[in-house]
């Protein structure tokens, strides 16, 4: 019940066009949902992070749709660029407390100038 | 934005020898500071929850004696890997709440790469 599952594992996507990243959680108790991205030998950075309060959240090229009833969201990214290429992780975890975060499997990717 | 640093940024050590991974808070304290855990290509995880002024709780099958966390003070919490075997070679990353700046995100060090040799 702890899962969060990621899909696809890599993907590969024109410049200028959308990326797009999914993932499903099982743990109706998680309520913060984030999105980080990581570069070879680095840490993770948060991109963006959505609440169950909203169904949509923008923030410039990154949006993240949530889909409580189905326990799913998901990471846009439009006109996605060659520095965009890099692991893509989704997470979840309570908001209050301790928040433990459970990481998705990540997804590699990239982006064909 | 608050920034995590760890140090080092990477180790070799022989077989049975001790490596001590610091995770620094440089410009907020951090009350609670999470050690994770990544192998090559593979996800984050989570290892143990480090509290300062007590005692770490480990996550179900680490082992809490070969990897030692201590969180003496809001800004330094440190992971000790005892008795290392090429087994424990990974990619260990650190992340820090800044509960006191009104935000709940973690942020993550750079990491540390360790190679048990």
């Known amino acids: 019940q702890q899962q969060v599952k990621q899909s696809p594992q890599s993907l590969i996507v024109q410049k200028g066009g959308i990326s797009i990243i999914n993932c499903a959680y099982e743990n109706t108790a998680f309520d913060y949902f984030p999105w980080y991205q990581q570069f070879p030998g680095k840490g993770p950075a948060l991109l963006i992070a959505?609440?169950?309060?909203?169904s949509e959240k923008k923030e410039g090229r990154f949006t993240i749709s949530f889909n409580k009833s189905a326990k799913q969201f998901s990471l846009h990214i439009m006109d996605s660029q060659p520095g965009d290429s890099a692991t893509y992780f989704c997470?979840?975890?309570?908001?209050?407390?301790?928040?433990?975060?459970?990481f998705g499997q990540g997804t590699r990717l990239t982006i064909n100038p | 934005g608050a920034v995590v640093s760890q140090h080092p940024s990477w180790v070799i050590c022989k077989s049975g020898t001790s490596v001590k991974i610091e995770c620094r808070s440089l410009?907020?304290?951090?009350?609670?500071m999470f050690w994770y855990r990544q192998f090559p290509k593979q996800s984050l995880m989570l290892m143990a929850t480090?509290?300062?002024?007590?005692?770490?709780?480990?996550e179900q099958g680490v082992e809490k004696d070969k990897f030692l966390i201590n969180h003496a003070s809001l800004t330094l919490s440190t992971l000790t890997v005892t008795s290392a075997h090429p087994e424990d070679s990974s990619f260990y990353i650190c992340s820090a709440r800044d509960l006191a700046g009104g935000s709940y995100e973690q942020y993550f060090g750079p990491g540390t790469r360790l190679t048990v040799t």
């Open positions: 480090s509290n300062e002024g007590s005692k770490a709780t480990y």
């Open positions: 410009d907020f304290q951090a009350t609670t």
């Open positions: 997470a979840a975890s309570k908001y209050q407390g301790a928040q433990k975060l459970v």
């Open positions: 959505i609440r169950p309060d909203v």
